[in-house]
């Protein structure tokens, strides 16, 4: 029996299945959901903070902003209880963190993140986060 199920989105595709399947266990087990957007902050860790790079990580905060409300939407139209989180650091880390601070019984995740070539440099959250969580993950494929 699931009482809080955490789905980290980044506005990709499986990430929006990944919060489908959580709306629907939601229903099913009169579950609260909680959201997480990971603005990657540690991409910027060893790079001077200049103009430019407060600039993106503005754009990718304000894309975190706007996933986390479109979440709220969908969820409230399916009568479903929603907590956001707006997070940065390491993606991974982040999601297990919230998690145990929650003391969520679900993570579920998409199958893969932003793009292949995002994966080859940064790794893959939800692997990172399949081998480290000690929470129950669910990886929702298409």
Known sequence: M???ILVAMDGSEPANRAFETALGEAGIWKAEVHVVYVVESGLFSSLPMDNTLEIIYSVLQKEGEGVLEAARKKAEAAGVTLVTHLRQGHAGSQI?????ELGADLILLGSYGKS???RLLLGSVT???VQNSPITTT???S
């Open 139 to 141: 990886v929702v494929r």
């Open 96 to 100: 297990i963190s919230l998690a145990e």
């Open 127 to 129: 692997d990172y986060v």
């Open 116 to 118: 292949g070539v995002d």
């Open 2 to 4: 699931f009482r809080k």
